[in-house]
């Protein structure tokens, strides 16, 4: 038997859908397994109206129950043999008597407890409450009550669907009565749909225009799309993000082919692509070559009245483009250059002073950085890309609000189209990068040192003003700051010491703005440590990372240490090396000061080749690592040894100590390599 839970609704805003059949069905799988109710599966559906699960084999009953209660002690529950206060409220509790009470004994003492089966009832009659907490515990973004309900949602409920098996579950919910009857797609099969058991569910929609799983109707928007597309050679531009959003904005997709005025192509491609996926939700068109052409697909419920749909949505993009190509006209009628004296009039946060300011912080940050770095050759062009970084803000493309995501791209056009350096004007782009997970990174030094210089600023200067990042918020974006300053780093190759740059960028900051918040730089290491791991931690482990996060600043060289003694990992020796490094840093762990070796007190040979050992490690502290890590993995016998044959904890106090103080002069020199 299964059983068929719907919950009919006004539109679902897209971001939505998923998340209310994800919660739908973890919800329910949750309490009925609290209430014991055994079934195979759930499979859940969802489209902007309706959000449903099948639960697959429900079982007719609840599993019986043995339930075993243990109350207080003994000494607590009765007193001169006649029950306490508390051991009658523990009875009371249990809806049991005096009589049914028995005594147990464990190791702690003696308990009295209650025995009780309990027989499963009629998964009916027990399914209602459930229903009932499934609907008030699934959560949105935002939610409301609606009309005359007592309880929030992110729309109004319409209807239910309760069917067990082949009858409706008896079933109300404010008001509301579940049934058999749900409801096809709102435009074009809007009249009930009778369900005659769950297993028709899928099948029925459909033939009323809905098609309930959300693969299905991808799939349906990408065939649509190809279709359209192929008669002509061309190839629809599908984002994920957008591809995502529309599928839970239809419930019956289709796709129709429109043009807009061939003219609007003089615009640059990114602005055309903005304004149909992110203003009309339209799937770009190149041709064959790959050139974006004037063409755009549009997807909306059911195939009626194509032709009117078609020219209605033609007729909306065209002053969409228009006031497009009118404001990228007007910025090209200005020196883009002068928008950086404009920066002077734009707060970006009100203790870190103007964009203008932050600009100018950042573009002593670069130049440490080329100077620092070996780009001193390029230092000219790196401060002009900081200078011009984001003078696109103030232009009106941007500074409408239309286009916002362009804010970078439209900097680069500007600059390349009134002469700025190519390296410059991609730089521009490329300082932006990456913007979100997975994003390209920078190509040219430019973008990637303006990058690492505008980040870094935001980063220590909400620090320096009390704006850290908590568990839940992270309102200025921190933490993917720096991380995208390690993938920079990573990806370009730039030996990057981030202390040092943290401290650097403190003391520009500080000399600027007063400094409201405690321990900054200390602060902001950390968040480098934590999200360094997060990024490498992609290709090795945290203990492998553990061993040299808190040794190595130089983000490239941790990454290189880190290669070494992953391939090394996966050596016999190496965990026996690190069992034996751990033995030898327990056994020192005590020891205070400086403890002088002595080869006088030798005793033993493999005391001298421990010595060896270590005076050859420190030798190699300043080489390769790889040198260093593979010498001590071959050595790893000198150690075994030296446990297997020399006793440390001897009567001797001289011979004690010195024997300390050899395993302490190969500890100290490990640690600078290895830090276990």
Known sequence: MNFLFEIGLEELPSRYVDEAESNLKKIAEKELKE??????????FSTPRRVAIIVKDIAEKQTDLDKKSVGPSVEIAYKDGALTKAGEGFIKSQKATPSDVKIIENEKGKYISIEKFIAGKPTKEVLPEILSNVIKKIEFEKSMKWSDRTFRFARPIKWFVTLLGTEVLPFEFEGLKGG???RGMRYFAPQDVEISNPDEYVSKLRENSVIARKAERKAEILKSIKENCENDGDVAIINNYLLEEVVNLVEYPFAIKGEFNHDYLALPEDIITITMETHQRYFPVKDANGRLTN?????????????????????????RLADAKFFFDEDLKNKFADNVEKLKEVTFQKDMGTIYEKMQRSKKIAEYLADELGYGAKKKNILRTVELSKADLVSNVIAEKEFTKLQGFMGSVYAERQGENKEVALGIFEHYLPRYQNDKLPTTIEGALAGIADKIDTVVGCYSVGLKPTSSKDPYALRRAVQGIIQVALNSKLELDYQKLIEKAFEIFSSDKKVLGKNVVSDVIELFKQRITNVLGEKYSKELIS??????????????RLSVLLELSKTENFE????????????????????SVSENLFEKEEEKEM?????????????EFLNYVGTLLNSANVINNYFDNVVINVENEKIKNN????????EKSIDKMINI
């Open 35 to 44: 209430e014991r109710i055994a079934f195979s599966e759930i499979e859940s």
């Open 180 to 182: 058999n009857k749900t």
């Open 295 to 319: 063409k755009f697909i549009v997807i909306r419920n059911a195939p009626e009245y194509s032709e009117v749909v078609k020219k209605g949505n033609e007729k909306v993009i065209e002053p």
């Open 547 to 560: 061993y040299e996060i808190n040794l190595e600043n130089n983000i490239v060289k941790l990454d290189d």
């Open 576 to 595: 026996t090396l690190i069992n034996l490094l751990k033995r030898v840093k327990n056994i020192v762990k005590d020891s205070k000061g400086e403890l």
């Open 611 to 623: 010595l060896n050992l270590g005076n050859k490690l420190e030798l190699l502290e300043n080489g």
């Open 659 to 666: 024997r300390i103080s050899t395993l302490k002069k190969l």
